[in-house]
Nanobody, 125 residues
């Protein structure tokens, strides 16, 4: 069974950077699309970014486009989310999730059936 573990969260000042990692175990990530989602207190979960199994297609939420970069290293069974120019509104628990097959692109949350436990990101001065 595929297990996902996020790491790299923390507290940072506005304008700072963090790199989140999503490490998989139990199965190879090679065939899975991987997405990053976030949920802030009192708000609904939203999809932040997604990368196809090959890495050839990516998706970004409009509000993070140009600031966040998703990438994957299938040899390390890991997906990354580089977050630059962080803003207070990026504060949330970030989750990674893997899914296959996909119903469409970008995939809806229902396409992802393997989820990590989440990592807290706090952006505050």
């Amino acid at each position: 069974q595929l297990q996902l573990v996020e790491s790299g969260g923390g507290s940072v000042q506005p304008g700072g950077s963090l790199r989140l990692s999503c490490a998989a175990s139990g199965r190879t990530l090679d065939y899975y699309a991987v997405g990053w989602f976030r949920q802030a207190p009192g708000k609904e979960r939203e999809g932040v970014s997604c990368i196809s199994s090959s890495g050839g297609r990516t998706y970004y939420l409009d509000s993070v486009q140009g600031r966040f970069t998703i990438s994957r290293d299938n040899a390390k069974n890991t997906v990354y989310l580089q977050m630059n120019s962080l803003k207070p509104e990026d504060t949330a628990v970030y989750y990674c999730a893997a899914g296959w097959p996909l119903s469409k692109w970008p995939p809806p949350p229902t396409d992802f059936d393997n989820w990590g436990q989440g990592t807290q990101v706090t952006v505050s001065s």
